[in-house]
Structures are given as C-alpha cells and as structure tokens.
C-alpha cells in the first residue's frame, strides 16, 4: 500500500480534484462538476 502511487489532478476552471494512479488522466476524462475535458486539468504536486 504504502508505495502505491497516486496522482492528483485539479480542475483549473472550478477547483474540482480527482486522484488517479496514471500521470495522465484519460483523454475522454470530463470534469464531473463543470463539464471541462482533461486538457483543463493541472497535475497537483505534492
Ligand atoms: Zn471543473
């Protein structure tokens, strides 16, 4: 568990964040809050 890593991703139009475990979010992935593809998305770092 503990090295299992986990990707942030925010949405940059309406602060929705999401939790992946790719470095990229799919190419079909849409904001669930406002619609945005996941071109809109910034990765967090934490
Ligand atoms: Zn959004």
């Known amino acids: 568990m503990a090295d299992e890593k986990?990707?942030?991703?925010r949405c940059t139009v309406c602060g929705y964040e999401v939790e992946v475990e790719t470095p990229e979010l799919p190419e079909d992935f849409e904001c669930p809050v406002c619609g945005v593809g996941a071109d809109m998305f910034e990765l967090v770092e934490e």
């Open 6 to 9: 986990t990707y942030t991703f």
